[in-house]
């Protein structure tokens, strides 16, 4: 059985830092993801990895502050999140898929974790 269990989210000033985790079981999975989903808006990409190689991707909006890292002897994949800002308040979702070539869409993706909030005040 396939599960992606993340942890991490909290609340935290503007300017502040966390770091989420998501522990993967069940299988091995070609690509991880990281997107945020804020009320009332769509899921959205936020970073992504290679798990064989360390190939990473990011959201323009994320680029320079969130580094998205993963460890292989214990299936966990991180998010180092700085320089965190209000707008980036949001539940954080891990996310696996097995192959494709494409990796910024929410339909990329066939396995999903339950989602941590995280929430940046100002």
């Known amino acids: 059985q396939v599960q992606l269990v993340e942890s991490g989210g909290g609340l935290v000033q503007a300017g502040g830092s966390l770091r989420l985790s998501c522990v993967v079981s069940g299988r091995t999975f070609s690509r991880l993801a990281w997107f945020r989903q804020a009320p009332g808006k769509e899921r959205e990409f936020v970073a992504t990895?290679?798990?064989?190689?360390?190939?990473?991707d990011y959201a323009d909006s994320v680029k320079g502050r969130f580094t998205i890292s993963g460890d292989n002897a214990k299936n966990t994949l991180y998010l180092q999140m700085n320089s965190l800002k209000p707008e980036d308040t949001a539940v954080y979702y891990c996310?696996?898929?097995?192959?494709?070539?494409?990796?910024?869409?929410?339909?990329?993706?066939?396995?999903w974790g339950q989602g941590t909030q995280v929430t940046v005040s100002s």
């Open positions: 996310a696996a898929r097995s192959y494709g070539t494409h990796y910024r869409a929410v339909y990329d993706y066939a396995y």
């Open positions: 990895i290679t798990w064989s190689g360390g190939s990473t």
